[in-house]
Every structure is written in C-alpha cells, then in structure tokens.
C-alpha cells in the first residue's frame, strides 16, 4: 500500500509536482538490498548446480533404496560414506546400509572424518528420524535429514557403472581433500594416481589390535586402496600412519578385502585408487 505522500492527490487544485528526495534511511536500505542480492545470487547459483550434479549421483543410489522410512533405530553407527554435500550412505549395523538425503546442502562433509548424530526432541536415544535428527559435523555445522532410506547393495550390479571421464592432462593427482593433510600440514606430492571417491558396499572392519587396545592407542590410519572398475581391491597400502604400527597393519588387511561400487573409465586400463580412513577410537 503506497504513502500518503507518495500517492498525493488534491482534487480541483492543480499544483507543480513536487520532487521527491528518499530518506537517507531509505537509501541505505536500498543500498543494502542490492549488495545481499549481488552476494547471494552466486551462491543460489551455485547451489543450483550442484542440485543438479547432487541428482546424478543420488538417483543412481536410489534405484536400489527402498520406500523413505519415517524413523531408524540403531545400536551405534558402524560406517558411514558420503555420496556428496547432500546425501550420504550410512550403516547402522554390518548389514544394515541406509541412503539418507538431507534438507540442504551440508559444506565440508566430503572432508569429514566423524560425525554426530543429533534428535533434539529425543535426546539421547538412538533413533534416526526423517523428521527431527540432523547430521553435526566437526565444525558444529548441523544438516536436516530430509529422507531415509534401506538400500539394498545385493541389487548393485541393476544400476549403472560410474562413469569416470578423461582426467585433464594438468590435473593434479593426490588424494582428495584436506583429509589428506599430513601431521606437519603439508599435502602429499603429486603421484600420478588417479584418486576417486567411491561408495563401499562392502567394508569388513579391523578387529582392534589387543597390543594396542592394553595400551590404550587409538587414532586414524589412512589407507589407499586401488580398486578395478569391477569394484574389488586390487591393492592397498599406508597412506598416513595412524601414530601406531599395530594399528595400520589391521586397517591395511580390513580395507584388502574391501569392495566399491563398480565404475567405467575414459581411459581404458585405468585404475583408480580410494582414500580409505579407518577409525580406531576407544570406549
């Protein structure tokens, strides 16, 4: 509804129009208006773009994902792997994988090591809710679970091979992200090594090394593992010690008898290798 003094009227009295100076106030919100809109619409954009490149990857998931469930309970997170910054596959129990979508587009979860779990109408009880539990991150970042999901890995081989295209010849090859930072802060040199982030669907774990659990270590190996586009491990090996040698020798046996979801390269004969973190944590 427009202001008296903007919509100015006086019946059968002409007048000289009067020029109209904005407020300051007025000015400065405008000004303000237009420097959140410049900022923003980058961003909306790029979420746009990443929506789209969300749902390739996610459907490819969902062909074998169940009917969304409103709730989970569970012991304790046995595994959990992101998908991308809006969907992540978890594992409540060895045989027991989820696809769960979330509300929005979650920063930094492809770099994260752990994760909490959080129901702010029910807490302390492990049940997973489409409705009120959200994913907090390292950085106290929390994401809305939007959906859940059973998946079913046993009907992997009815959904496509991943298709991997023709890396850039300037493409530097280390592995992915801050995750993989060595203790001095320094990124590994550039191997040659095609590196990937694929989905396991088959991850015995490592039994906890009984030197070290007496002694009270824990911490986290870095394992790489060179996968076939069939999705088994060719090989694996140390990529960042975990501070304990009992430790890396069982994350590097755990992650050989690992298994990935299949893919199809640009580059015939190329393997791809898989930056595996094991966590051994103490109770």
Request: hydrophobic share 35%.
């Amino acid at each position: 509804m427009s202001s008296a003094r903007s919509c100015y009227r006086c019946p059968m009295i002409l007048t000289r129009p009067r020029k109209l100076r904005p407020s300051p106030c007025w000015s400065w919100c405008l000004a303000l208006w237009l420097c959140l809109a410049t900022w923003l619409s980058p961003a909306q954009a790029e979420d746009e773009v990443d929506e789209g490149q969300r749902s390739e990857q996610y459907q490819r998931f969902e062909a074998i994902a169940g009917q969304p469930q409103a709730s989970v309970r569970f012991f304790r997170v046995y595994y959990w792997q992101p998908v991308d910054e809006h969907s992540l596959v978890l594992w409540l129990g060895r045989e027991e994988p989820y696809l769960v979508n979330l509300r929005e587009r979650c920063y930094n979860l492809m770099k994260q090591l752990t994760l909490r779990i959080a129901d702010y109408q029910r807490p302390g009880r492990n049940s997973l809710r489409a409705t009120w539990s959200q994913i907090i991150t390292d950085d106290g970042r929390s994401c809305r679970i939007d959906s859940i999901r059973a998946l079913d890995f046993d009907r992997i081989k009815q959904i496509d091979p991943r298709f991997i295209p023709r890396s850039p010849a300037s493409a530097k090859r280390r592995p992915l992200g801050d995750i993989a930072i060595s203790s001095d802060g320094e990124l590994p040199p550039d191997d040659g090594r095609r590196w990937l982030n694929l989905v396991s669907i088959k991850m015995p774990q490592p039994n906890y090394p009984r030197s070290a659990y007496r002694r009270g270590r824990s911490g986290i190996a870095h394992v790489a593992a060179e996968v076939a586009p069939d999705g088994s491990v060719i090989s694996a090996e140390l990529l960042i010690s975990s501070g304990t040698e009992a430790l890396d020798q069982a994350a590097v046996r755990a992650v050989r008898q690992w298994r990935f979801e299949t893919y199809r390269s640009e580059e015939p004969g190329e393997h791809v290798w898989v930056q595996v973190p094991i966590v051994f944590a103490l109770p």
